[in-house]
């Protein structure tokens, strides 16, 4: 009780950057955008040029928000300097991962920001054309990203053409590959690398991707200056980031809070608490991240401290897992959901999200141990050997379920039959 009392309240400490307050909850229209500086950014980078930009991006120590947190200018800097004639940029909207929902809320509220984002990549990429990637099911934010493109053509915003691209409503749809060959018609899979995209991407030419909340993010930093946002946060993870807050908590959706935050934090002061009361055990920070125990609840939020304890804030989708949690049907579910979206392109995939349902199944019907030592061994003889990133994804929750909640999987698994297979 007395840490809750001590506690800073996190939006008296922060400003946020990407969902100010509003009247309203449809589409910000340009007129309110640029009301609150909307569009500023990209007229300065216009007259300071490309370079500018890049240094302000750098400045500001952006990482990608869509789940691999890769440094945004170097990313640029390396389409950039591609050779081609041709190159384009892409906004990544194809949010999939159940459990998040802010790149949808964004895009749905403040389809500006995001278009403002990806004119400003263009720009700073040397790009001649985008497009704004989402997936078929998102009527909402596909109408509101059309309204803004309107807008901005009209006002002679568009330094570039933008079209709009739904791709099919898959999780490995978001992929960044797999999101190039869903605008070329081919069919939604993750590509071999490398190639990487800012090489060869959409139709052979030099292409950066990048997820919708970093290029908002962009936005803002071309408007109020890549210092301004490298304030905010922590020693290496900058600014804010979007969290989504399960049902199980008071005040559900989506957040807004800087790096530095707790899980605590989020789930106390942000998400009100648990709905039903009871005490929380651990998080997931995202479905394809590491869980953390209650141990781990005060730790700041930053790539650099949880990578150490096997997690990463990921796309900020958060699971708590309380009191009532039954820990080994949740680690089921989690990997009949990896096993169900794995494309099928690479056998190492299918082997490893296969068997992990399988061996984490025989846990739930008390077959008794042998399963952690399985898991394990699957789960590092499968890393690195995927087109994508999915085949190490499925693996980071259940592995660390393993560690964290050791005890409710040796109780489920029971001690098996005497003298028989593990
Ligand atoms: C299976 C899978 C699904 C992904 N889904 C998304 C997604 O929905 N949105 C997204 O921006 N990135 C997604 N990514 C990450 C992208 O491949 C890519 O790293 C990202 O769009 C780059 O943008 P950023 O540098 O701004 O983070 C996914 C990756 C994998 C392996
Ligand atoms: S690693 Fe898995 S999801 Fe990724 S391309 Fe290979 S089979 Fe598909």
Redesign the pocket.
Known sequence: MERRRCAPTIRAVHPTLLLPARASTGPESLAEYRARGGYDGLAAARTRGAAWLRGEVATAQLR???????P?AR?WELAANAAGDEKFVVG??????PGSDK?KVLVARHPHAVLEGLLLAGLATGAQKGWIYLIEDMHGPRAAIEQALAEAKAAGLLAFPVAVHLGPTT??A????AALNAIEGKPAK?RKKPPFPGEAGLFGKPTT????E?LAHVAWIARHGGTAFASIGTAESKGTLLFTLPASVQRPGVHEAPFGVTYRQLIEQVGGGLRNGGSVRGVLPAMSSGFLGADALDVPIAYETLRPLGSSPG?GGVRIVDDRTDVVALAVEIAEFFMREQCGQCPPCRMETNQFVHILKAVQQHKGPGYDDKIRKLAEFSRKKGF???IE?AAAPVVSALGVFAADFAAAAGPGQPGGAS
Do not use: I, Q
């Open positions: 990608g928000r869509g789940g691999a947190s890769f945004t990313k990544n909207g194809g949010e999939h991962e790149d999780y490995v978001g992929e960044e590959t993750p991707v990048n997820n919708v970093t796309c994508c990133s999915l994804m």
